[in-house]
Nanobody, 115 residues
Framework: QVQLVESGGGLVQAGGSLRLSCAAS????????MAWYRQAPGKQREWVAR???????NYADSAKGRFTISRDNAKNTLFLQMNGLKTEDTAVYYC?????????WGQGTQVTVSS
């Protein structure tokens, strides 16, 4: 059974930073491309950043130059370092496999950026 547990969100002022973590179980983490997604109020969930098992990253335009995705395959953990946060980054952030989510989504972690 796939289990994804996101953490690290919070309230931060514009320009600030947060580091999100995602603990994964029930999947062969090291071989999967993992991604961070987010869903803002009233909007569809969107992909933000992804990272192959071998460490090749790719970012949505909104995240380029500000966010850094990384992973610790030994600990089945995915990270997202977010710098230069903007109010438009406010959303619930989720992790999952890419391109197709594996099983149910986790509860996500709320990121709120104030102006």
């Amino acid at each position: 059974q796939v289990q994804l547990v996101e953490s690290g969100g919070g309230l931060v002022q514009a320009g600030g930073s947060l580091r999100l973590s995602c603990a994964a179980s029930g999947i062969t983490f090291s071989i999967n491309t993992m991604a961070w997604y987010r869903q803002a109020p009233g909007k569809q969930r969107e992909w933000v950043a992804r990272l192959t098992g071998s460490g090749s990253p790719n970012y949505a335009d909104s995240a380029k130059g500000r966010f850094t995705i990384s992973r610790d395959n030994a600990k089945n953990t995915l990270f997202l370092q977010m710098n230069g946060l903007k109010t438009e980054d406010t959303a619930v952030y989720y992790c999952n496999t890419f391109p197709r989510p594996a099983g149910a989504w986790g509860q996500g972690t709320q990121v709120t950026v104030s102006s």
